[in-house]
């Protein structure tokens, strides 16, 4: 009698990261494909507040052929949020990435049109249901200098302000981000978004939120992630850290969750850091398959991560 009342103590006091996570959201990038996954979807729903679809909203799982919109996949995972009290994240609209080759044979006001009206569709379609958006991602170079894209090599830079502007007509009140990797710390790139940014609010563009995808490595946490953050939340935009994973890069676990304790403390230290989506939780369905970067192993044992996520959040 008196071990199952200890159990059942240990069971109610057994915590988990979203008891902790109040000032921030912590979430995780999900697959619906996963969630037959009895483990997977018992710790994703257990651990987390907030989800990103991996995939699943990108333009060709969305809109394969033109007009022809399958939501079905992001609606399992949009339902699976709402179920478990999760945030949801929307990712993402305007990409160089998967788009699917009907758009990228488009050019000129046929191509401008046709990226309106996805935009247009697939906010009005998850109206209420999407906490953020990253509404245009990944459109710098390492240099500081815009992607040769579709987009950019059709609009210039003009896409970015219209992308923003059609995606705030459709659901006015959704965040609208930003988002790209290797801004983490001051750099050319970084300081190219920083000036876009600046820009676009100028202008009065709609642009809540700048997202830091934080694909990093044990031993290249960038030491100025924090004050980096501060300078963008000082133009009067949230940021986030939106990818987060961390290779071992041949070094311990403990280092690792030292690494991703640093993270979220640097996320917790600046005001206007609204929460970190960790890339996918396991190393079973992880797109990094030659290391091992997430908080839970690929049999789903916790590593020393998530003790110290858990701790950080406190
Ligand atoms: O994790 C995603 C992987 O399953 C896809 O195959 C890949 C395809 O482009 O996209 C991965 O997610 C990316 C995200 O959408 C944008 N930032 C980089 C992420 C990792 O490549």
């Given at each position: 009698m008196k071990l199952i009342i200890l159990f059942a103590l240990i069971g109610s006091i057994a915590a988990h990261f979203k008891d902790h996570a109040n000032k921030i959201y912590i979430g995780s990038a999900l697959a619906p494909d996963h969630l037959s996954d009895s483990q997977y979807s018992s710790i994703a729903a257990a651990e987390f507040n907030s989800l990103t679809p991996e995939n699943e909203m990108k333009w060709d799982a969305v809109e394969?052929?033109?007009?022809?919109?399958?939501y079905g996949p992001a609606d399992q995972l949009v339902q699976f949020g709402q179920q478990n009290g999760m945030k949801i994240r929307g990712h993402t609209l305007v990409w160089h990435s998967q788009v699917p080759s009907w758009v990228s044979g488009l050019s000129g006001d046929t191509l401008h049109q046709t990226m309106i009206s996805h935009i247009t569709n697939v906010v009005t379609h998850f109206k209420g249901s999407?906490?953020?958006?990253?509404?245009?991602?990944?459109?710098?170079n390492e240099d500081g200098s815009y992607r040769s894209s579709l987009w950019y090599n059709n609009f210039q830079t003009s896409f970015v302000a219209d992308a923003f502007q059609a995606a705030a007509a459709a659901d006015p009140s959704a965040k609208l981000y930003i988002n790209d990797y290797n801004v983490e710390y001051t750099n050319a790139k970084s300081n190219a978004l920083y000036n876009l940014v600046k820009e676009l609010k100028s202008q009065g563009v709609p642009i809540h939120g700048v997202g830091f995808q934080s694909h990093l490595a044990v031993g290249q946490i960038p030491s100025d992630f924090a004050t980096n953050l501060a300078r963008f939340t000082a133009l009067g935009v949230d940021v986030a850290i939106t990818e987060l994973d961390i290779k071992q890069n041949g070094q311990s676990q403990d280092a690792q969750a030292a690494a991703y304790s640093e993270v979220i403390k640097d996320c917790l230290s600046v005001?206007?850091?609204?929460g970190v989506t960790i890339w996918g939780f396991t190393d079973k369905y992880s797109w990094i398959s030659s290391d091992t970067a997430c908080p839970w192993d690929s049999n789903y044992q916790a590593k020393p991560a998530v003790a110290a996520i858990e701790a950080a959040l406190q």
């Amino acid at each position: 009698m008196k071990l199952i009342i200890l159990f059942a103590l240990i069971g109610s006091i057994a915590a988990h990261f979203k008891d902790h996570a109040n000032k921030i959201y912590i979430g995780s990038a999900l697959a619906p494909d996963h969630l037959s996954d009895s483990q997977y979807s018992s710790i994703a729903a257990a651990e987390f507040n907030s989800l990103t679809p991996e995939n699943e909203m990108k333009w060709d799982a969305v809109e394969p052929s033109q007009g022809n919109y399958n939501y079905g996949p992001a609606d399992q995972l949009v339902q699976f949020g709402q179920q478990n009290g999760m945030k949801i994240r929307g990712h993402t609209l305007v990409w160089h990435s998967q788009v699917p080759s009907w758009v990228s044979g488009l050019s000129g006001d046929t191509l401008h049109q046709t990226m309106i009206s996805h935009i247009t569709n697939v906010v009005t379609h998850f109206k209420g249901s999407i906490y953020a958006w990253d509404v245009v991602n990944e459109i710098f170079n390492e240099d500081g200098s815009y992607r040769s894209s579709l987009w950019y090599n059709n609009f210039q830079t003009s896409f970015v302000a219209d992308a923003f502007q059609a995606a705030a007509a459709a659901d006015p009140s959704a965040k609208l981000y930003i988002n790209d990797y290797n801004v983490e710390y001051t750099n050319a790139k970084s300081n190219a978004l920083y000036n876009l940014v600046k820009e676009l609010k100028s202008q009065g563009v709609p642009i809540h939120g700048v997202g830091f995808q934080s694909h990093l490595a044990v031993g290249q946490i960038p030491s100025d992630f924090a004050t980096n953050l501060a300078r963008f939340t000082a133009l009067g935009v949230d940021v986030a850290i939106t990818e987060l994973d961390i290779k071992q890069n041949g070094q311990s676990q403990d280092a690792q969750a030292a690494a991703y304790s640093e993270v979220i403390k640097d996320c917790l230290s600046v005001n206007g850091c609204v929460g970190v989506t960790i890339w996918g939780f396991t190393d079973k369905y992880s797109w990094i398959s030659s290391d091992t970067a997430c908080p839970w192993d690929s049999n789903y044992q916790a590593k020393p991560a998530v003790a110290a996520i858990e701790a950080a959040l406190q």
